[in-house]
Nanobody, 114 residues
Framework: VQLQASGGGLVQPGGSLRLSCAAS????????MGWFRQAPGKQREMVAT???????AYPDFVQGRFTISRDNAKNTVYLQMNSLRPDDTAVYYC?????????WGQGTQVTVSS
């Protein structure tokens, strides 16, 4: 299984970005995909998850600002990030839990700065 993430970049505070992550390989129809992030000097933290059935979960610090979605036919997960803040700056990683295994994408940098 391989995960290819894209869509990071530099954005001003209050701006938006959309991340994408495409999974390829042997993927079971029921799985969980998600986004995590890691800022310098901090632990990796969950940003959003979504099951193949569409159930989502978010931590409080992104509620109302970030939206995760997926296209099961394309094995692709998206993260729409609005109202970005400087403390959202981090490397964002996509994640897939599939048949008891966990896979990570290569990470994409998101920088929120004026």
């Amino acid at each position: 299984v391989q995960l290819q993430a894209s869509g990071g970049g530099l954005v001003q505070p209050g701006g938006s970005l959309r991340l994408s992550c495409a999974a390829s390989g042997s993927i079971f129809s029921f799985n969980v995909m998600g986004w995590f992030r890691q800022a310098p000097g901090k632990q990796r933290e969950m940003v959003a998850t979504i099951t193949s059935g569409g159930n989502t979960a978010y931590p409080d610090f992104v509620q109302g600002r970030f939206t995760i979605s997926r296209d099961n036919a394309k094995n692709t997960v998206y993260l729409q990030m609005n109202s970005l803040r400087p403390d959202d700056t981090a490397v964002y990683y996509c994640n897939l839990k599939n048949l008891g295994a966990t896979y990570w994408g290569q990470g994409t940098q998101v920088t929120v700065s004026s």
